[in-house]
């Protein structure tokens, strides 16, 4: 038992499970939207099958993949795929279960989102390619957290509303902008092992820069998804909030690169958390 436990702590590490939190607001803000109220319990079940699967598929893959790349980076050096905790095989089968299961839910779902769910797979594992070859992989991130409340809009109502692409392109830039922020630890290990990332080609203020400008991005389509929903007065103050939230986490960063984990775990964690508190009392 105490081997069983000590290897779902291993896996639990490995994917970051407690980062889930980043992703599954925005699915349930899409589904609540859609429904314009409450959408079920079994639809509430499935989305959450669904949001761990997806994330758990992802986070495996690219743990997989970066085995050699984590083993160079201090940072990253004992992680349980580097340190011997977990074999690239069993890292592989979880990988591959988490795929299926990700699929199997999309069929209990409905018929268009088990169409979507091997795309969806594909963009989602295309991450962990981009940085060997293309700056673009922030941006690739921001895609793949960013096709959430898509899933969501679909699991209800089978379509994909406008308001639902303007919801992803916000979190598509939210993303992609913690992550420039967050990728500034590895600004030398980029460099020493000729990874394409924004910091290690451009800099540290030049990407502060680019992500000041992504999470403008953010706000402006976030707002075009509360005038396209007919949002309320409290789905307005999500966007109010969010945007003094962002705000915060530029002067936290600009202020010591030291509090860069404070900005990426903690602000945006509570970010999506309000966010779909009001979107709820707005649309309850």
């Known amino acids: 038992m105490n081997n069983i436990l000590k290897k779902l702590n291993d896996f639990n590490e490995l994917v970051m499970f407690k980062h889930s939190i980043f992703s599954l607001p925005f699915i349930f803000i899409a589904m609540v939207v859609a429904a314009n109220g409450w959408f079920g319990w079994n639809l509430l079940f499935l989305g959450v099958l669904a949001a761990l699967t997806a994330r758990n598929f992802a986070m495996g893959f690219n743990r997989y993949l970066d085995r050699d790349i984590d083993a160079l980076n201090p940072r990253t050096a004992n992680r349980p ?5 977990l074999s690239a095989n069993s890292i592989l089968s979880f990988t591959l279960l988490n795929a299926a299961g990700f699929i199997i839910v999309a069929f209990l779902v409905n018929k268009l989102a088990l169409i979507l769910s091997i795309p969806i797979l594909i963009v989602i594992g295309s991450y962990s390619y981009f940085k060997r070859f293309s700056y673009l992989a922030h941006l690739i991130l921001g895609v793949s957290l960013g096709l959430a409340p898509i899933a969501g809009v679909v699991a209800v109502s089978q379509t994909i509303t406008l308001w639902s692409v303007f919801l992803s392109f916000g979190v598509m830039f939210w993303v992609a902008g913690f992550d420039l922020l967050y990728s500034l630890q590895d600004i030398d290990v ?9 910091p290690s080609k451009f800099g540290a203020k030049k990407t502060m820069l680019f992500s000041k400008i992504a999470h403008s991005f953010t706000v402006f389509f976030w707002l075009l998804f509360v005038i396209n929903s007919d949002g309320d007065l409290f789905a307005y103050l999500a966007v109010i909030v969010s945007a003094i ?8 960063v600009n202020k010591d690169f030291r509090k860069i984990d404070k900005a990426f775990f903690t602000v945006n964690g509570y970010l999506g958390i309000i966010f779909f508190i009001f979107i709820v009392v707005d649309k309850f």
Request: proline content about 0%.
């Open 190 to 198: 980029d460099k020493k092992l000729g990874l394409h990332s924004v």
């Open 81 to 85: 795929n580097v340190d011997g905790r």
């Open 245 to 252: 939230m962002l705000s915060y986490e530029h002067y936290l």
